[in-house]
């Protein structure tokens, strides 16, 4: 299985625990490729919305993103020798906005086995409504929250327990292998070791 994941900063920093972690979990071959990403607040949304803090809007670069990873980055690994486009198994995960960001490509691109959600910002304005009308086309995605996450004092982002829930009913409703995964903290805790978990889910179904 190759392994995408979008990152900044602070997600670099845990990769190496997060692969350790996988390694523990799960016995079966894996590579995990992480690519940066720019401007998280739009090249990992859907659609414009306003800010949920400080004064900088989200964006609308999330296709843009898809397009580069199905069009520019599986090809370059795949004339690398990294993927074999016959039987290579393909899934992309993210944390938080990131998380969103997997979470959408896997409405939108059946070029991906399986989609780990993260703690991913299901709270973002009007992603409820949308999982309500589209059907994924991925066969197994991954959702997780840290259990105080909904404790939050922004009330938009306060939403995103009930948010989860909604959506991994969604998923059930739908037919896709799904599992929703509490983890304790909030959403700053443990981000190299829920994301690990969610690719060792893949990895081991």
């Given at each position: 299985m190759l392994m995408l994941q979008p990152v900044d900063e602070h997600d670099r920093e845990e990769l190496d625990l997060e692969v350790e972690?996988?390694?523990?979990?799960?016995?079966?071959?894996?590579?995990?490729?992480?690519?940066?990403?720019?401007?998280?607040?739009?090249?990992?949304?859907?659609?414009?919305?306003?800010?949920a803090f400080g004064k900088t809007p989200f964006g609308d670069g999330a296709e843009a993103t898809l397009s580069f990873i199905t069009d520019h980055l599986l090809p370059?690994?795949?004339?690398?020798?990294?993927?074999?486009?016959?039987?290579?198994?393909?899934?992309?995960?993210?944390?938080?906005?990131?998380g969103l960001f997997a979470l959408w490509a896997g409405y939108r691109s059946a070029r991906f086995d399986g989609i780990v959600a993260a703690s991913p910002s299901v709270w973002y304005d009007n992603w409820t409504d949308y999982a309500a009308?589209?059907?994924?086309?991925?066969?197994?995605?991954?959702?997780?929250?840290?259990?105080?996450?909904?404790?939050?004092?922004?009330p938009r982002?306060?939403?995103?327990?009930?948010?989860?829930?909604?959506?991994?009913?969604?998923?059930?409703?739908?037919?896709?292998?799904?599992?929703?995964?509490w983890n304790p903290g909030n959403h700053f805790k443990d981000a190299g070791l829920r994301m690990a978990k969610g690719f060792a889910w893949l990895l081991n179904r």
């Open positions: 972690t996988i390694q523990s979990l799960s016995d079966k071959p894996f590579q995990l490729v992480a690519f940066e990403v720019n401007d998280w607040q739009t090249d990992l949304t859907p659609w414009a919305a306003p800010p370059a690994l795949q004339a690398l020798g990294l993927a074999d486009p016959a039987t290579t198994r393909y899934c992309l995960g993210g944390y938080s906005l990131a009308t589209h059907h994924p086309v991925v066969p197994s995605i991954y959702l997780s929250l840290g259990d105080k996450e909904e404790k939050a004092r922004n982002m306060a939403r995103v327990g009930d948010c989860i829930r909604k959506q991994h009913e969604l998923l059930v409703s739908q037919g896709i292998h799904t599992t929703l995964e």
